[in-house]
């Protein structure tokens, strides 16, 4: 079994900054990818940022170039950096993460900014 806790979230002024944080932890013998995925009321859940077993990273159009998204191994955490944030930024940030052939998802953090 895998867990996944998400935290960092919160409530910042556009142009601000965030950085969530997920805590991986469990059976992790061999992880194919990670990436954070937010929803927002009313939308489908979407991607943002993920990052390959390999470190090769994509972002969503939205976010390239203010968002950056990074793993530390030995810690078993993925990074969520976010800057000049957005009032459309505002969503539940969901972790995800591929281990093997299963996926596994966090609680999800709110995060919410203000115009």
């Known amino acids: 079994q895998v867990q996944l806790v998400e935290s960092g979230g919160g409530l910042v002024q556009a142009g601000g900054s965030l950085r969530l944080s997920c805590a991986v932890s469990?059976?992790?013998?061999?992880?194919?990818?990670q990436g954070w995925y937010r929803q927002a009321p009313g939308k489908k859940r979407e991607l943002v940022a993920y990052i390959t077993g390999g470190g090769t990273t994509n972002y969503a159009d939205s976010v390239k170039g203010r968002f950056t998204i990074s793993r530390d191994n030995a810690k078993n955490t993925v990074d969520l950096q976010m800057a000049s944030l957005k009032f459309e930024d505002t969503a539940v940030y969901y972790c995800?993460?591929?281990?093997?052939?299963?996926?596994?998802w966090g609680q999800g953090t709110q995060v919410t900014v203000s115009s």
């Open positions: 469990g059976s992790i013998f061999s992880i194919n990818g």
């Open positions: 995800y993460t591929r281990v093997g052939d299963l996926a596994y």
